[in-house]
């Protein structure tokens, strides 16, 4: 791990109110932590908007009935399998299932593939939890 650096910042007293709030609402102990992970975020979150390699999970909720559907999200799932990493399928209920997707890999990629599953008709549900390969944070 590398060595801790110590830096002030000069901040208005309204905004870091507001800060300290954010930071009793979400549990830190303290206000370094809360922005170590400000940071993080905004770095990954440059990931996903840069053409970097990026890591997360797709989940979507679908009617297993609509046998089009099964098939089209396969195939889709097929096209882009270099970023898929994993799959895990959960059968919620009679009628519908939810499946997580574990990607990696470029985001364009990864991205394109989210956009192509969340548009067909009769996907109920389907979201992104934009992680991080980590490679960029250490
Ligand atoms: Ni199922």
């Known amino acids: 791990m590398a060595r801790l650096v110590r830096f002030g910042v000069s901040i208005d007293s309204e905004l870091i109110r507001k800060f300290d709030r954010y930071i009793s609402e979400r ?11 400000l940071i993080r975020n ?21 009617d297993h009935h609509r046998r ?4 089209k999200l396969l195939d889709i799932q097929h096209d882009y399998h270099e970023v898929i990493i994993s799959t895990q399928h959960v059968h919620l209920s009679h009628e519908h ?14 991205q394109a593939l989210t956009n192509k599953l969340r548009s067909l008709k009769g996907v109920m549900h389907c979201d992104i939890a934009r ?5 960029k944070l250490k």
């Open 27 to 37: 549990n830190y102990s303290n206000r370094s932590e809360a922005l170590r992970d």
């Open 68 to 71: 089009e559907l099964v098939n």
């Open 97 to 110: 299932c939810l499946e997580i997707i574990i990607v990696k890999g470029a985001s364009k990629k990864v």
């Open 131 to 135: 992680a991080t390969t980590a490679e």
């Open 42 to 62: 905004n770095l990954i979150r440059r990931e996903w908007a840069e053409t970097g390699e990026v890591a997360g999970g797709i989940s979507i909720v679908y």
